[in-house]
């Protein structure tokens, strides 16, 4: 999850990420959909994005449909399904367009839609069977079949480092980016992200987006810590979960106005330190660096 840094358009509360706070070019503070796609970047500055598709082509499965953007975790690179041919692409805001797979068309957006990592050099596809897809390393090039030589795994986390995802089947798996398995682990429990030690899982517990509980998993040993109750504010919950690159575990929370972002002790104090609230723009849709295809808070509420 990326640290976001303070823009002049949104109200926040900031704590900065040491481990993503190095000085360089303004990065995107987030997306956001009016008549179309556009990225507010760090130093305030809006750049448009007329390529990408705000909705599904007429001769889509899903016609008429929101078409998502997606934000690598650091700022970087931003992935969206173009409008010349629908094929799903991924840019930085003064790049040029580079495909990801020909396989990813927006005419199929509601039977597979994808997972970008932390740094945008991997993308990978869960569709509505349910199962994956698509396994894009964009640092090589190479587009991978699914591993063991089956769909039906469900994803569970890439590591921030982007070396390392982590997928549930029979076993709990960890895959480097060749899909070659690293470390396997039977077990019940289903993780919703990986640290970047490659062995440490959150797993929420309860119902998801209504709870404020996780346990930490050791994929190595099996053992799972005890039970974390998130101290959050009433009527917020765990709407997102991930370590980040500094190995905290971070939580965003869905709210009034926006979404709020949290850090939680690893102790069994549950101890929350807000790191950021952000105030949503005024938009039909937004999307922030990090954030998974239609989250909770992307499309305004009436």
């Given at each position: 999850?990326?640290?976001?840094?303070?823009?002049?358009?949104?109200?926040?509360?900031?704590?900065?990420?040491?481990?993503?706070?190095?000085?360089?070019?303004?990065?995107?503070?987030?997306?956001?959909?009016?008549?179309?796609?556009?990225?507010?970047?760090?130093?305030?500055?809006?750049?448009?994005?007329?390529?990408?598709?705000?909705?599904?082509?007429?001769?889509?499965?899903?016609?008429?449909?929101?078409?998502?953007?997606?934000?690598?975790?650091?700022?970087?690179?931003?992935?969206?399904?173009?409008?010349?041919?629908?094929?799903?692409?991924?840019?930085?805001?003064?790049?040029?367009?580079?495909?990801?797979?020909?396989?990813?068309?927006?005419?199929?957006?509601?039977?597979?839609?994808?997972?970008?990592?932390?740094?945008?050099?991997?993308?990978?596809?869960?569709?509505?069977?349910?199962?994956?897809?698509?396994?894009?390393?964009?640092?090589?090039?190479?587009?991978?079949?699914?591993?063991?030589?089956?769909?039906?795994?469900?994803?569970?986390?890439?590591?921030?480092?982007?070396?390392?995802?982590?997928?549930?089947?029979?076993?709990?798996?960890?895959?480097?980016?060749?899909?070659?398995?690293?470390?396997?682990?039977?077990?019940r429990l289903s993780p919703a992200a990986l640290a970047d030690d490659h062995v440490?899982?959150?797993?929420?517990?309860?119902?998801?987006?209504?709870?404020?509980?996780?346990?930490?998993?050791?994929?190595?040993?099996?053992?799972?810590?005890?039970?974390?109750?998130a101290r959050l504010p009433k009527g917020r919950?765990?709407?997102?979960?991930?370590?980040?690159?500094?190995?905290?575990?971070?939580?965003?929370?869905?709210?009034?106005?926006?979404?709020?972002?949290?850090?939680?002790?690893?102790?069994?104090?549950?101890?929350?330190?807000?790191?950021?609230?952000?105030?949503?723009?005024?938009?039909?849709?937004?999307?922030?660096?990090?954030?998974?295809?239609?989250?909770?808070?992307?499309?305004?509420?009436?």
């Open positions: 999850m990326a640290a976001l840094l303070l823009t002049t358009a949104i109200a926040t509360t900031l704590i900065v990420d040491p481990a993503t706070a190095a000085t360089g070019p303004a990065k995107i503070s987030y997306a956001q959909r009016t008549q179309g796609w556009e990225v507010v970047l760090t130093d305030g500055t809006v750049v448009k994005i007329p390529e990408a598709l705000t909705t599904a082509p007429k001769d889509a499965i899903n016609a008429g449909d929101d078409v998502p953007l997606l934000i690598s975790g650091d700022g970087r690179q931003l992935f969206y399904y173009r409008k010349s041919d629908g094929l799903f692409v991924r840019r930085t805001v003064n790049g040029s367009e580079k495909v990801v797979s020909r396989k990813l068309k927006a005419h199929f957006l509601d039977e597979e839609w994808p997972l970008v990592s932390y740094d945008g050099s991997y993308v990978l596809t869960m569709t509505s069977a349910p199962g994956v897809g698509v396994f894009a390393d964009l640092r090589t090039g190479k587009v991978l079949p699914p591993p063991g030589k089956t769909d039906t795994w469900g994803f569970a986390g890439f590591s921030p480092d982007g070396k390392r995802l982590l997928l549930a089947g029979e076993r709990l798996t960890v895959f480097d980016r060749s899909l070659r398995a690293r470390l396997r682990l039977k077990s440490t899982a959150a797993v929420p517990v309860g119902t998801w987006s209504k709870s404020r509980k996780v346990r930490l998993l050791n994929l190595r040993t099996g053992r799972a810590g005890d039970t974390l109750t919950y765990i709407n997102d979960l991930d370590f980040d690159r500094s190995g905290r575990l971070i939580i965003r929370s869905k709210t009034r106005t926006g979404v709020a972002i949290y850090q939680l002790s690893k102790k069994k104090s549950g101890k929350t330190t807000l790191l950021r609230e952000i105030t949503r723009p005024d938009v039909t849709a937004w999307v922030l660096p990090g954030d998974s295809t239609y989250e909770r808070w992307t499309k305004k509420s009436h």
